[in-house]
């Protein structure tokens, strides 16, 4: 599989990669263990090197997973985590439980390193920006930590501009994770102009639009209340229908390329710039396939102008989070 470049810094990932959090926790279902592991080391068959996970999904579990999944290829993959939520004490000051003191930042990462099994944190992303610690205090930290050896690069994900400045001028920054996909463009208003001068990568997560964009749900789809998505507006059965046009934009485009509606929403988050890696989740080896496939695909000129002369005449109907997640992505 093609590789991309991650930051001026030179993180080299597979140009799509794997995000795991579903395989612990949000999709209303809990898969077994031992057919993730087979999903996990066959997108690594597969050339994915590239591995998304955090001490927040599945309560540390995921971490674990991961560890154990990749473990046979120790010093061949690239494996990504997060640090910013204190999953063992609620703060006072903080109900929504972010925490990016310098202290804690440090006790994640000894934590993270024995449960995915590695001496170093490839990748260590602040999860959340947290309001009570400045930026430039956990941008130092894990300053430190790499100048430790128990980290190799550092990120963010979902910050505005400015505190991806200030970040940036204390550690360089290889990555920001945001959503970005053709059903969320809002980064391209200032994020990625900004990253592109300042050399950092992006890593695109719900690339698919937390499944929406793979044309396998239509107006009558209903989601378990253990499933997150049955608390995004933009998936309440009354903005379902209103939405479906966008997936209508990608079966054509699937049409005339031979593909899926999945290959072509991921083929688009590739064609944007040559440092945007998108990482879909899936549980099922047949859409790991399905969106490996995608890196091959080529979208010339033609396709892309016709895409997004469709998707311009289109409205989103609702928002990308509930009210309380979007406190926690507002920049």
């Excluded at 994640?108 to 490839?122: F, T």
């Excluded at 610690?133 to 790499?146: F, H, K, M, S, W």
């Excluded at 378990?224 to 997936?247: G, I």
Aim: proline share 5%.
């Amino acid at each position: 599989m093609e590789k991309r470049i991650l930051g001026k810094e030179g993180l080299e990932v597979s140009a799509i990669g794997l995000g795991c959090m579903g395989m612990t926790t949000g999709s209303g279902q809990r898969d077994d263990k031992a057919d993730m592991i087979k999903v996990i080391r066959a997108a690594v068959e597969r050339g994915v090197t590239f591995f998304d996970t955090a001490e927040f999904y599945g309560k540390k579990a995921n971490e674990e997973l991961v560890g154990e999944a990749l473990a046979p290829f120790k010093g061949k993959v690239v494996i990504a985590t997060k640090f910013g939520f204190d999953l063992d004490n609620e703060i006072a000051d903080n109900p929504m439980g972010l925490n990016s003191r310098p202290e804690h930042i440090r006790k994640v990462a000894e934590a993270s390193l024995k449960r995915l099994r590695v001496d170093a944190i490839d990748l260590f992303y602040q999860h959340r920006y947290d309001r009570n610690v400045p930026i430039e205090d956990v941008a130092g930290t894990v300053r430190d930590l790499i100048a430790e050896g128990k980290v190799r690069y550092f990120g963010l994900s979902e910050v505005g501009v400015e505190l991806l400045r200030r970040a940036n001028a204390v550690q360089p920054i290889a990555a920001l994770q945001n959503e970005y996909s053709l059903w969320w463009r809002e980064p391209e208003e200032a994020i990625i102009p900004a990253l592109e001068e300042l050399g950092i990568g992006l890593v695109c997560y719900s690339p698919l639009g937390k499944g929406f964009l793979t044309g396998t749900i239509d107006a009558g789809t209903r989601f378990d209340k253990s499933d997150f998505r049955a608390t995004v507006p933009r998936m309440a059965p009354e903005a379902l229908a209103a939405n479906l046009s966008f997936v209508n934009v990608l079966k054509e485009a699937a049409a005339r390329k031979g593909a899926t509606p999945a290959q072509i929403a991921l083929a688009w988050v590739l064609s944007r710039k040559p440092w945007i890696v998108p990482i879909p989740g899936t549980t099922k080896p047949s859409r790991l396939e399905e969106n490996i496939g995608a890196a091959g695909l080529e979208l010339d000129a033609e396709d892309l102008r016709l895409i997004d002369e469709a998707v311009a005449r289109l409205q989103v109907v609702g928002h990308r989070y509930s009210e309380a997640s979007q406190r926690m992505v507002n920049r």
